[in-house]
T-cell receptor, first 110, second 118 residues
């Protein structure tokens, strides 16, 4: 079985402060990990995927297989980063279906 | 980018009636669509995977006869909640996967449909 855990329901930081949204997963094979973001009153959209090893909007995430983690980081939070963030896992096979974490609400305060 | 629409955006119905929700991929062909359910302040739970031209694959615990899924074309999948009851009230979200190469397994999400059963 595959599982994604996001321990924090709410994370509040000040503008300019570093951000780290935690994500841990449980999966026996080699997973693909994703971060999705949902801004207020908008649909869910892909932020980044681990296989691309890219930085989007200043966010990065590194897959740590030893710790089974895929934490999302940004060195300096911006007000527009306030949103709901979901970590998701796609296992091998299984028709591309995603397992989502419960999400973390990021609030960036001035 | 790829756009997925859902209709209606919200619906209120009486207990015992059926409700159909449409999910359309507007600018790409979706060989696979997914239906999720989201309760307030909870995560998205996959209900079923819809493949064009074949029967949907339902997740464990999801009643096939309760949630009818039809994926008759590469741009349209429908979810029908049959004999709806108040406990079916939820936010239903669909996503679609681009069938062409280069999609990197990305799913594009619709805006969701809020169903309220009275």
């Amino acid at each position: 079985a595959q599982r994604v855990t996001q321990p924090e329901k709410l994370l509040s930081v000040f503008k300019g402060a570093p951000v780290e949204l935690k994500c841990n997963y449980s999966y026996s094979g080699s997973p693909e990990l994703f971060w999705y973001v949902q801004y207020s009153r908008q649909r869910l959209q892909l932020l980044l995927r681990h296989i691309s090893r890219e930085s989007i909007k200043g966010f990065t995430a590194d897959l740590n297989k030893g710790e089974t983690s895929f934490h999302l980081k940004k060195p300096f939070a911006q007000e527009e980063d306030s949103a709901m963030y979901y970590c998701a896992l796609k296992g091998q096979g299984g028709g591309n279906k995603l397992t989502f974490g419960t999400g973390t609400q990021l609030k960036v305060e001035l | 980018g790829a756009v997925v629409s859902q209709h209606p955006s919200w619906v209120i119905c009486k207990s015992g009636t059926s409700v159909k929700i449409e999910c359309r991929s507007l600018d790409f062909q979706a060989t696979t669509m997914f239906w999720y359910r989201q309760f307030p302040k909870q995560s998205l739970m996959l209900m079923a995977t819809s493949n064009e031209g074949s029967k949907a694959t339902y997740e464990q615990g999801v009643e096939k006869d309760k949630f009818l899924i039809n994926h008759a074309s590469l741009t349209l999948s429908t979810l029908t909640v049959t004999s709806a009851h108040p406990e079916d009230s939820s936010f239903y979200i669909c996503s679609a996967r681009d069938g062409l190469l280069g999609s990197h397994n990305e799913q594009f999400f619709g805006p969701g449909t809020r169903l309220t059963v009275l």
